[in-house]
């Protein structure tokens, strides 16, 4: 059974950084893509961003594109996005997604 788990949202302030992981289980992680999706208060999904299985290819939305940095760790079936330069419209439920599974979340809250 697939399973996702997020961690790493917190209350930042503007021009703050945080750091979110996504633990993977239950498929042959190294095989798949990845990616982070993120919902607002209010607002449907947003992709922000994915990786694809080797690291053959990192994508951005625009909105994220030079402040955040996805990356994986297949030894360790952990997936990360680092966001730097905060912004408050970055406050979302960040979601991790692979094989076809969402996580349940991580809240990131950028506020002065």
């Known amino acids: 059974q697939v399973r996702l788990v997020e961690s790493g949202g917190d209350l930042v302030q503007p021009g703050g950084s945080l750091r979110l992981s996504c633990a993977a289980s239950?498929?042959?992680?190294?095989?798949?893509?990845l990616q982070w999706v993120r919902q607002a208060p209010g607002k449907g999904l947003e992709w922000v961003a994915n990786?694809?299985?080797?690291?053959?290819?990192?994508r951005y939305a625009d909105s994220v594109k030079g402040r955040f940095t996805i990356s994986r760790d297949d030894a360790k079936n952990i997936m990360y996005l680092q966001m730097n330069s905060l912004k408050p419209e970055d406050t979302a439920v960040y979601y991790c997604?692979?094989?076809?599974?969402r996580g349940q979340g991580t809240q990131v809250t950028v506020s002065s």
């Open positions: 997604e692979a094989a076809g599974a």
């Open positions: 239950g498929f042959p992680f190294r095989s798949y893509e």
């Open positions: 990786i694809g299985s080797r690291r053959r290819y990192l």
